[in-house]
């Protein structure tokens, strides 16, 4: 079962509070603004800054 795009719609990251994408490829949720990635682990975004991916300006999705 993949995460719910209703779900994605209505989170927000934990840091800055602004709208997150789902990057399908990396099974992440990313915030641009902050430029992390948030796992998503057995359809459950985990959305814990100190278990979020850093992320270069190259990495961010479209």
């Known amino acids: ?3 719910d795009a209703k779900l994605v719609e209505i989170i ?3 840091v800055c509070k602004g ?3 789902l990057d399908r490829q990396h099974n992440e949720l990313v915030c641009r603004f902050d430029r992390l990635a948030y796992p998503i682990t057995e359809d459950i975004p985990v959305l814990l800054e100190n278990r979020a991916r850093k992320l270069s300006m190259d990495e961010l999705p479209g």
Request: charged share 10%; net charge positive; glycine share 0%.
């Open 12 to 14: 927000a990251c934990p």
């Open 1 to 3: 079962m993949a995460i």
């Open 19 to 21: 709208k997150l994408q």
